[in-house]
T-cell receptor
Framework: DQQVKQNSPSLSVQEGRISILNCDYTNSMFDYFLWYKKYPAEGPTFLISISSIKDKNEDGRFTVFLNKSAKHLSLHIVPSQPGDSAVYFCAASRTTSGTYKYIFGTGTRLKVLA | DTGVSQNPRHKITKRGQNVTFRCDPISEHNRLYWYRQTLGQGPEFLTYFQNEAQLEKSRLLSDRFSAERPKGSFSTLEIQRTEQGDSAMYLC?????????????FGQGTRLTVV
């Protein structure tokens, strides 16, 4: 039962353009969402998060949008840079459960072309 | 503080042997998590500590797996009688309890290969 889904395994974008990575979830009890970036042979690096009481959070070039009714979130990267090439994971959590464990999607590999 | 540290980075072991991994979290973090990641998948939750108390274990964590966090500082994950299916990247993460939401910071992982 995949509660967090990233349906696009890969995405290629030209440098300077917008990258949009999508994530869907099925559990309406999730109330905290995060995006992580992962380079090969390294652990995931935290990028940005959003609480379910918000619909948008922005940090520099990164913006996360949350659509609770659609159970959908997206990560926008503007402008995209070659160094952004990595695998991006979305994760969801039920903070009311007390453990704050994350349920991860399967990842989207982003390639930014110079 | 250099972040979450995991040792060793790589481990190759023969099937049936026991292995132990260590995680040193960010010093002021009171929460520690272990995850496992296999090829093409996202990290999967294994277990969680708040200070020294192990508060949750995934059903993925068979009785061959045991984790400890003595004194609420570093943690160890031991796998007994390793099987080829245990080959994966084992990730440790830590976070600090402050309010309802907090992001976790991951270490670089220990890649286990069982031959």
């Amino acid at each position: 039962d995949q509660q967090v889904k990233q349906n696009s395994p890969s995405l290629s974008v030209q440098e300077g353009r917008i990258s949009i990575l999508n994530c869907d979830y099925t559990n309406s009890m999730f109330d905290y969402f995060l995006w992580y970036k992962k380079y090969p042979a390294e652990g995931p690096t935290f990028l940005i998060s959003i609480s379910s009481i918000k619909d948008k959070n922005e940090d520099g070039r990164f913006t996360v949008f949350l659509n609770k009714s659609a159970k959908h979130l997206s990560l926008h990267i503007v402008p995209s840079q070659p160094g952004d090439s990595a695998v991006y994971f979305c994760a969801a959590s039920r903070t009311t459960s007390g453990t704050y464990k994350y349920i991860f999607g399967t990842g989207t590999r982003l390639k930014v072309l110079a | 503080d250099t972040g979450v540290s995991q040792n060793p980075r790589h481990k190759i072991t023969k099937r049936g042997q026991n292995v132990t991994f260590r995680c040193d979290p960010i010093s002021e973090h009171n929460r520690l998590y272990w995850y496992r990641q296999t090829l093409g998948q996202g990290p999967e939750f294994l277990t969680y500590f708040q200070n020294e108390a192990q508060l949750e274990k995934s059903r993925l964590l068979s009785d061959r797996f045991s984790a400890e966090r003595p004194k609420g500082s570093f943690s160890t994950l031991e796998i007994q009688r390793t099987e080829q299916g245990d080959s994966a990247m084992y990730l440790c993460a830590s976070s600090f309890l402050q309010g309802a939401e907090t992001e976790a910071f991951f270490g670089q992982g220990t890649r286990l290969t069982v031959v």
